[in-house]
């Protein structure tokens, strides 16, 4: 057991096992739960989202999990101004906390602080992406990279939302997004020492999980009463890209067939568990364990914890 109260992100890609090993962990730590997740936040999708269940929310606290209503919007912003007084509270308390998740821009503002965003304009954003679709992708990030290399350098050419929003602040304010960066430095708001746990399988291993529950959420009636009730409400930017909506909303409409629709929701993930994957080997102060390398998860879980015990296990601090 740590000597004293501290916060322990556990993260990773999408089906690798974080659940049932945070489960064991918080047991171990007597500790409570803080989700990192966009989509397990909201309501109405908790077996879409694959968020804990009921049970697994009574036997240890859960926060930030189940709590979003999905017409809300809700981003990393929000997810700091809830999140950081919540476990700033419980380790102010003496109390352990466990934040799980595989959404590593939530945990970022957890571990490096955050600054007020500039201003937002849907007019101006909907006129970028309008352009962005004009010209293609390529073009529109090469017109970002001479406006912003900073910023540039630090985003995808794909990330289309992220391209089109540091264009927006460009023309909204007339400074590029890095050089509010670079003032708002000062200004950044706290963050917390954390220790960060990342968790990984063999690539095809971890594939072969994300195709057994999605079949597994495909014929489940409580994932297929869900996706119906997400479809008819005027759901939020972010919750209309909870995996399995897009893709399926085709086949309800009768323009795609089922298994075209699954294998769409499949290679949709597979890529989203890539793209998790890159984000945490690209931030600082992780330790790595491979849950191949343990029998069980409470093996798995006794291991990580004696990581996490050592005197200096190599913490992640915040800037």
């Known amino acids: 057991m740590p000597k004293s109260a501290q916060a322990i992100a556990l993260v990773g890609p999408t089906a690798v096992g974080k659940t049932a090993l945070a489960l064991s962990l918080a047991q171990e730590l007597n500790a409570e739960i803080v989700g990192c997740d966009s989509m397990q936040v909201y309501q109405h999708m908790q077996h879409l989202s694959a968020a804990p269940t009921l049970a ?9 999990v189940d709590c979003i209503d999905p017409t809300q919007d809700f981003n990393a ?4 101004k809830l999140a950081y007084p919540l476990i700033q509270s419980r380790l102010d ?3 352990n ?10 945990l970022k503002t957890l571990t490096d602080g955050i600054c007020e965003a500039p201003p937002s304009d849907e007019s101006v954003r909907d006129s970028l ?4 679709q004009e010209i293609g992708a390529e073009a529109f990030y090469q017109k970002l990279v001479e406006i912003d290399a900073v910023a540039a350098a630090k985003l995808h050419p794909n990330d289309a939302k992220r ?18 960066w670079k003032e708002q430095h ?8 954390m220790k960060i746990i990342a968790l990984n399988r063999d690539r095809e291993k971890l594939y072969t999980r994300i195709e057994q529950r999605n079949i597994h959420m495909v014929y489940d009636t409580k994932v297929q009463q869900e996706l119906q009730s997400l479809l008819s409400m005027p759901l939020s930017v972010m919750a209309e890209r909870v995996h399995g909506l897009i893709d399926m909303r085709p086949f309800f409409n009768g323009e795609m067939s089922f298994s075209e629709a699954v294998k769409a929701w499949q290679q949709r ?3 989203y568990a890539k793209q998790q994957l890159t984000w945490f080997r690209n931030t600082e102060g992780v330790h790595w364990i491979d849950l191949d390398d343990y029998p069980s998860t409470e093996s798995a879980a006794q291991a990580t914890l004696q990581w996490i015990t050592q005197p200096n296990p190599g913490a992640k601090y915040g800037s």
């Not at 000062?186 to 020492?193: F, L, S, T």
Request: charged share 20%; net charge positive.
């Open 56 to 64: 697994e929310r009574n036997q240890i606290p859960h926060h930030l």
């Open 97 to 106: 906390v466990l934040v799980v998740g595989g959404t590593g821009l939530y």
């Open 77 to 80: 912003g929000l997810y700091y």
């Open 269 to 271: 993930v597979r890529n």
């Open 129 to 132: 992406e309008a352009e962005l």
């Open 163 to 180: 391209i089109v929003r540091a264009m927006e602040v460009y023309v909204l304010t007339e400074k590029p997004l890095s050089q509010h």
């Open 93 to 95: 308390q003496g109390k």
């Open 186 to 193: 000062a200004m950044r708001k706290p963050c917390i020492p």
